[in-house]
């Protein structure tokens, strides 16, 4: 077979591969960028090939049949060159044929010259290829445990656990949602299994770090309890768990939402986590620790991960906005860090969404128009209003609150708060407490004196 012929074979069936994978999982989100991908080629050809057929020119390339397929789609018709034995070849033969016309072969029919087009262009077109965007708070997810924000006192201690090789069988890693436990518990598979550990950091260099990023790595296994919460899934993982790891020095398992787990569940799991294999590694994750047993604690060392701090919270959301070139105001980061309320997934996708609001240039004033969040400056004024007992400008304003559409109760609830970082403003000592940037902070100075 000529070069350039093995070329265009390789070529075609890479395609037709790709093909069937992503249409056969009915995922329209794939399906979607495969047609992007494609978008300088003609398209009306690949759209009208059937699954049958690219079934039966992979089954075919399998078993070294593929040559008279090839003939076919090289060619653009069967009579040009090659021709090799098929069912409307063996028809044509009996009529004294050299070979069967296009009508007469039906791969002929749906697999045309313009493939060959196709795929000779696609090898230069993959330059415009459009990646499908990843958020935030996926692609900034902490590699080493020194990037974990807000959590030194989790991300130290594992640290000199994995330097001194103290390494527990089961932790339980427990706080709300958005503050690392499933990060850190992604970390610390990845740092007991790395082959050149730096200072309890995985390298995220070696071939096992790599496999385990990318999933080709069977040995680190994360279960949602959530949805396999029964003795059945238990069991499966008790069974599981007696074979040694394929790759890795360690088999880990992390369990997120383990209060999911039935009472059977737990209870199956009990002598497992309690004596497990020497090479299997637990890591549990929960947001709701009051609902395990007893029994399960005591097996585990507990690690509670903190609320992020609204400063922690602004330093790393200034760090991604430099690295994805984005301005953004320190008063628009504090805000959508109150926001998050000290989750930083919640922070990374507020951001997220800001950016796409604002542009890239992020203000103020667009943070709080995105989010739908009041401006400080009405609960100063109305503070003004109550200190200067000014009734009927205090009611307007409320009325103009209503008219924005936020709710009665929730303005309440925000002056309240405001009344009490008044307090806070009063003594030097306690203005560390006060959460906001630095101009809004001078403000409350102000208006506390």
């Avoid at 999982?25 to 090939?49: M, S, T, V």
């Avoid at 063996?90 to 004294?96: C, D, I, K, M, T």
């Avoid at 598979?189 to 200072?199: E, F, I, Q, R, T």
């Amino acid at each position: 077979m000529p070069g350039e012929d093995l070329l265009l074979l390789a070529n075609l069936f890479s395609g037709l591969l790709c093909k069937l994978w992503l249409g056969m999982q009915h995922d329209l989100e794939k399906w979607e960028l495969w047609k992007r991908i494609c978008c300088g080629f003609p398209l009306a050809f690949l759209l009208k090939i059937d699954y049958n057929t690219i079934r039966l020119f992979i089954e075919s390339f399998i078993i070294g049949r593929a040559k008279h397929l090839f003939g076919h789609v090289a060619g653009g018709s069967c009579a040009a060159g090659r021709c090799e034995p098929c069912q409307a070849g063996n028809r044509a033969a009996l009529n004294s044929q050299h070979c069967a016309p296009q009508s007469a072969c039906p791969l002929h029919d749906q697999v045309n010259g313009s493939l060959c087009l196709f795929f000779w262009k696609g090898i230069a077109g993959w330059k415009g290829v459009v990646a499908v965007y990843q958020v935030l708070y996926r692609k900034w997810r902490p590699q080493v445990f020194s990037d974990v924000a807000g959590q030194p006192h989790v991300t130290d201690t594992l640290r000199r656990e994995l330097q001194e090789g103290r390494l527990s069988h089961a932790y339980l890693f427990t706080g709300s949602r958005g503050t690392g436990k499933t990060t850190c518990a992604k970390i610390l598979a990845k740092a007991v299994n790395c082959l050149h550990p730096v200072d309890g950091n995985p390298c995220n260099e070696c071939e096992i770090c790599k496999g385990i990023d990318s999933g080709s790595i069977l040995d680190v296994i994360e279960i949602d309890a959530a949805s396999n919460n029964g003795v059945d899934n238990i069991r499966d993982l008790r069974e599981e768990a007696n074979f040694t790891p394929v790759a890795a020095k360690y088999r880990v398992y992390i369990i997120d939402e383990v209060h999911m787990l039935s009472i059977g569940a737990f209870n199956a799991l009990l002598k497992t986590l309690e004596e497990p294999p020497s090479y299997v590694l637990f890591i549990l994750a929960t947001t709701e620790v009051h609902k395990l047993p007893a029994t399960i604690l005591s097996r585990c060392q507990i690690y509670d991960f903190n609320r992020i701090s609204v400063e922690d919270t602004v330093n790393h959301l200034s760090y991604v906005a430099a690295k994805e070139n984005i301005t953004a105001e320190p008063e628009a980061l504090n805000v959508i860090a109150m926001k998050a309320d000290g989750g930083m997934r919640d922070a990374l996708s507020i951001f997220d969404q800001v950016v796409s609001f604002t542009g890239g240039n992020i203000t103020y004033k667009s943070v709080i128009e995105n989010l739908n969040v009041l401006d400080y400056e009405y609960y100063f004024c109305l503070t003004d209003c109550f200190l200067e007992n000014r009734v009927s400008d205090a009611l307007l304003l409320f009325n103009d609150v209503l008219n924005k559409g936020f709710d009665g109760s929730h303005f309440i609830t925000g002056l309240s708060s405001h009344c009490r970082d008044l307090l806070v403003s009063k003594d030097a000592a306690t203005l560390p407490l006060l959460e906001v940037g630095a101009s809004i902070r001078q403000r409350y100075q102000e208006q506390a004196q």
